[in-house]
């Protein structure tokens, strides 16, 4: 077995101090160790790896060796936090690639109508923290693709609910939707609950049988705790991958003026390319990890039966091995024209959660309607210069993102 490098001393509290400190810090110092390290936190033992044929076998060649790792229980692990019911392997909806189109298609004036009443609120000089404004056009946005209502319809105000107590308990990623069954329960998240509840066994009971149109009817079969977990790890996934966006596009003015000069495909396709690489810089899911299941040798390595392997797509997507000038905002290297093949165990902006490009896809087709029509129709200016990165659930910000809007530009346009 080849050996695996790490830190010289395994003191209990001192590693896992550190990561609490600054966990994306304590993986690039690690990294420094080689491409797969080994480390301790607490009394567990650890290996994380950024080699991409290891990722590759880990991941997608020998998958039936390794398990996902409940990110609840890395987060308790790491965090040492006692997070509320929430399971995280139950990932996004699985949608076919046909879906998504239709989808979208289908739901096209509906979506740029909601688009356009939502930011017809919004005056020129204007300052907007945008992390909560996305919250809210983005569970606008969801109530109708997952289930077909509008933004006064009594679902969507029941999701508004239960979105804003997780807000308040400052862990935006869970939502607890089995409620404990000892213990002070919220009488407000409570009602919530039972209202989805209530609202989803209604739409069921009248469901016409026709084709498919909505994400909600795909998943038919399951219980409304699934259904409705499924719903906000997709918000998370959506408003997260907006915040970054709309940052990046900030922080690179020429790459926003160009965004705003173009037309119709050409605009489509930049904005395809503007998008990948803001998730590759600010991957949402920074961290997830494999279990092995049993003893299996992976290249020249040996891992025994329940150790686990952590995969940053964070620090996956910034080794300059692979990507060139890995810190810089370049959305060419995405470009189709110039036939750059990445190959999919070296981009994981959604880890393991998304399993299916169908599903990337739709996360980014929302990202575009929801972010787009913001930048066409203003000038958009941050407040703050820099923004921190934070290792949380998501790669969350430290700081929120203060915009100021001035000039309207153009009527509100949307590209859906």
Not at 16 to 28: G, I, V, Y
Not at 141 to 161: C, E, I, P, R, Y
Request: charged share 25%; proline share 4%; net charge neutral.
């Amino acid at each position: 077995m080849k050996g695996i490098q790490g830190p010289s001393t395994y003191r209990m509290t001192g590693h896992l101090k550190d990561f609490q400190e600054s966990p994306l810090l304590f993986l690039r110092h690690l990294s420094e160790y080689g491409e797969t390290t080994r480390f301790r936190l607490g009394h567990r033992k650890f290996y994380l790896t950024t080699n991409p044929q290891m990722v590759k076998d880990v991941v997608f060649t020998k998958n039936n060796s390794f398990v996902d790792v409940g990110i609840k229980n890395v987060v308790r692990a790491l965090h040492v936090h006692d997070l509320f019911e929430f399971n995280f392997l139950l990932g996004m909806p699985n949608i076919k690639s046909s879906f998504v189109k239709k989808h979208f298609s289908t739901c096209r004036i509906d979506h740029r109508t909601i688009i356009q009443s939502y930011l017809s609120l919004w005056k020129s000089g204007s300052l907007r923290i945008f992390n909560e404004e996305v919250q809210e056009l983005a569970l606008w946005l969801l109530a109708h693709s997952f289930f077909g209502v509008t933004q006064n319809h009594d679902l969507t105000t029941h999701l508004k609910k239960i979105a804003e107590l997780r807000t308040k308990r400052h862990q935006p990623s869970m939502v607890k939707v089995r409620l404990p069954k000892v213990g002070k329960q919220n009488q407000i998240e409570t009602d919530a609950i039972a209202g989805v509840v209530s609202c989803l066994q209604s739409r069921y009971d009248n469901q016409l049988v026709d084709e498919q149109r909505y994400i909600y009817d795909t998943l038919v079969n399951e219980d409304e705790s699934g259904i409705l977990q499924r719903f906000f790890i997709t918000y998370d996934l959506i408003c997260n991958a907006c915040s970054w966006l709309m940052y990046t596009l900030c922080e690179h003015e020429d790459i926003l003026r160009h965004v705003q000069l173009l037309k119709g495909h050409e605009q489509d396709e930049y904005m395809r390319m503007v998008i990948l690489e803001s998730l590759r810089l600010y991957p949402p899911i920074w961290l997830f990890g494999k279990q092995a299941v049993e003893t299996v040798q992976v290249d020249n390595y040996v891992f025994k039966k329940n150790e686990t392997i952590f995969i940053s797509p964070y620090s996956l997507h910034r080794n300059e091995a692979y990507f060139l000038e890995p810190h810089e905002f370049l959305p060419e290297r995405f470009c189709l024209d110039l036939n750059v093949d990445i190959p999919k165990h070296l981009y994981l902006p959604f880890g393991m959660i998304a399993e299916t490009e169908a599903q990337m896809e739709y996360v980014m087709t929302m990202a575009r309607a929801i972010v787009l029509p913001i930048v066409t129709s203003f000038d958009i200016k941050k407040v703050r210069s820099i923004i921190h990165p934070k290792g949380e659930i998501l790669l969350e910000m430290k700081e929120p993102l203060s915009i100021v809007i001035t000039k309207e530009k153009l009527p509100i346009v949307t590209s859906l």
